[in-house]
Nanobody, 124 residues
């Protein structure tokens, strides 16, 4: 059983930056591919980014490509999401998730473990 805890959310102005962290425990972190998702009020959960277990492959949604960067530190059992040039439409609860296969990384239903989420609010 893997436990995931997100942190780093908060309130930031349009154009600002935030760095989210997701700390894992209870499993072999380096065995899992990791993803970030987000859910805005009244909207469905949306894929944001994913990173392979060794960090050699990454994948981004078109809406964040070029602005967000996913990375991981397996020695610290942590995955990060650096968010730059934030926009009001990025406002959402951000979740990290873990899975053991790489296929269809955009599908939230394929992830085995989820964190509780951290709120990101971008003011205009």
């Amino acid at each position: 059983q893997v436990q995931l805890v997100e942190s780093g959310g908060g309130l930031v102005q349009d154009g600002g930056s935030l760095r989210l962290s997701c700390a894992a425990s209870g499993g072999t972190f380096s065995s899992y591919h990791m993803g970030w998702f987000r859910q805005a009020p009244g909207k469905e959960r949306e894929f944001v980014a994913a990173i392979s277990w060794r960090g050699t492959s990454t994948y981004y949604s078109d809406s964040v490509k070029g602005r967000f960067t996913i990375s991981r530190d397996n020695a610290k059992n942590t995955v990060y999401l650096q968010m730059n040039s934030l926009k009001p439409e990025d406002t959402a609860v951000y979740y990290c998730a873990a899975r053991r296969t790489w296929a269809s990384v955009v599908a939230g239903s394929t992830y085995e473990y989820w964190g509780q989420g951290t709120q990101v609010t971008v003011s205009s």
